[in-house]
């Protein structure tokens, strides 16, 4: 049986929501990071875009909501923290299992090639760390 520490291989991104996509991918394209994928989706009754930006293996998320940006948001501008994993199904059933607070169940997103599969616990400020499984 595979533990939790068996299926992390380590961290994957940072997602970062901006008020404008295309602003935001100027800035970090001029401090050195590159774009390697751009999506949009439905969500919301609007168009979502995301960004995936890569300087020497740092990975960020851009991403413009549909629905726009909060000012005033309660873990700060910095969405959350993702950890890569092998299988999405053994991660869950292994922090269900520790107690952590789920704050968002497995879901899929129409991100990279094949999509992916992602959840969110509840850090002790607040801030969530989200467990994503490239498809």
């Known amino acids: 049986m595979s533990t939790l520490s068996d299926t992390i291989r380590g961290f994957q991104h940072l997602g970062l929501p901006v008020r404008d996509i295309e602003e935001s991918i100027a800035f970090y394209s001029g401090l050195g990071f590159s774009v390697f994928s751009r999506h949009e989706f439905n969500e919301n009754g609007g168009t979502t875009q995301v960004a995936f930006l890569d300087m020497n293996g740092f990975r960020l998320e851009l991403y413009q909501p549909a629905n726009g940006v909060a000012g005033d948001r309660p873990n700060g501008i910095i969405d959350h923290i993702a ?15 520790a107690g952590f607070t789920i704050v968002e169940g497995i879901n899929e997103l129409p991100l990279h090639a094949k999509g992916i599969k992602y959840f969110m616990i509840l850090g002790p400020d607040n801030e969530r760390v989200e467990f994503n499984q490239i498809l």
Do not use: H, K
């Open 83 to 97: 950890l890569d994993v092998q299988d999405i199904n053994t991660a869950y059933e292994e922090i269900s299992r």
